[in-house]
């Protein structure tokens, strides 16, 4: 019975491999799963267990999976391919016997407007129908969506978005990645669906200060309409379903769509989430 990291080849899934080996989990317990066979050579020389697994073929997911398994699915980054990717995953985890799945999804997955939400939507109700015991993380925004900030900052002394005043609960990777791995290894979750997101909402005049105090250089947020910042993006040579779900994102920020500060994250982990400035400036 080992715990089953998907995606453990990207930024959180690596993270949460780091978590549960500080937490204590043995190496051997851990299978590290992706398709990037570097990376999963670079996980191996920490001990755990490694296995390539594609969500788009199903035989290598099944030649992963055994029963009694604890199974991270982390969801993937195909826009669009991604139910269907997941829903390859839980299937197989069923026909394997898997103790449970911990599925990471987005805020308020089943009934946001989200432009990301109906992905997620739709494989925590296949994942739920699919009768597999589960614990669902809602994932808010990473801090790190923001580093690009700081060098475009560094460049012109302004941030740009079309966000009005509309705040954003982030928290770091790091942070999800501990919540992760509390829910695999502690008795309890099932069943549960958290809605994980910093501590504090910050605004993008926080994001501006926060960003100008780690670059040592005044910096301004100029808030666009959506119109303006589409035609902006667009002069960058962005193609227009780019620049439609970049001010789409941004109108979800303005409705507060990633402004709940549900206290979930922090109380699982067991400490506050990383405040802004130092999730940017690591
Ligand atoms: N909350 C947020 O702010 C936010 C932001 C961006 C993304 N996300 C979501 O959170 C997930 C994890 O974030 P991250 O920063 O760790 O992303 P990341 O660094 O891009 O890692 C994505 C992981 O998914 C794996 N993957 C993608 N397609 C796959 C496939 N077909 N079969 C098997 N593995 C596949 C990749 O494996 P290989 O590299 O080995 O192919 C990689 O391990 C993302 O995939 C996305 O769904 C959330």
Redesign the pocket.
């Known amino acids: 019975m080992s715990i089953v990291i998907?995606?453990?080849?990207?930024?959180?899934?690596r993270l949460v491999v780091d978590s549960l080996l500080a937490r204590g989990t043995a190496a051997s317990d851990i299978v590290a799963t992706?398709?990037?066979t570097a990376?999963l050579s670079t996980l191996a020389e920490r001990g755990v267990r490694v296995a390539e697994?594609?969500?788009?073929r199903p035989e290598s997911i099944t030649a992963v999976l055994s029963a009694g398994d604890t199974v991270l699915l982390?969801?993937?980054?195909?826009v669009g391919q991604r139910l269907e990717?997941h829903a390859n995953v839980i299937t197989a985890a069923k026909l394997a016997g898997v103790a449970r799945i911990v599925y990471?999804s987005a805020p308020k997955a089943t009934t946001s407007t989200l432009i990301l939400a109906p992905e997620h939507k739709a494989t925590e109700e296949f994942l739920v129908a699919s009768g597999v015991p589960f614990t669902i993380l809602r994932?808010?925004?990473?801090t790190e969506?923001y580093l690009g900030e700081i060098d475009k900052a560094r460049d012109t002394g302004v941030i740009v978005a079309s966000v009005a005043d509309g705040r954003v609960a982030s928290a770091s990777?790091r942070d999800y990645a501990e919540a992760a791995a509390v829910v695999l290894v502690e008795e309890g979750h099932e069943g549960k669906i958290y809605e994980l997101s910093g501590d504090v909402a910050w605004s993008f005049d926080d994001l501006a200060a926060t960003i100008a105090g780690i670059i040592a250089r005044d910096v301004s947020y100029q808030r666009l309409s959506p119109r303006e910042h589409a035609a902006m993006l667009g002069s960058f040579g962005l193609d227009e379903s780019t620049v439609n779900f970049v001010v789409a994102l941004d109108g979800d920020i303005r409705d507060g769509l990633l402004a709940e500060t549900s206290g979930d994250l922090s109380r699982l982990i067991g400490r506050p989430t990383t405040p802004l400035a130092e999730g940017l400036a690591a």
């Not at 998907?6 to 899934?13: D, I």
């Not at 697994?53 to 788009?56: G, K, P, Q, R, S």
């Open positions: 998907t995606g453990a080849t990207g930024q959180l899934g992706g398709r990037n990376a697994m594609d969500y788009n982390i969801s993937a980054s195909e990717q990471t994932n808010g925004w990473y969506n990777r």
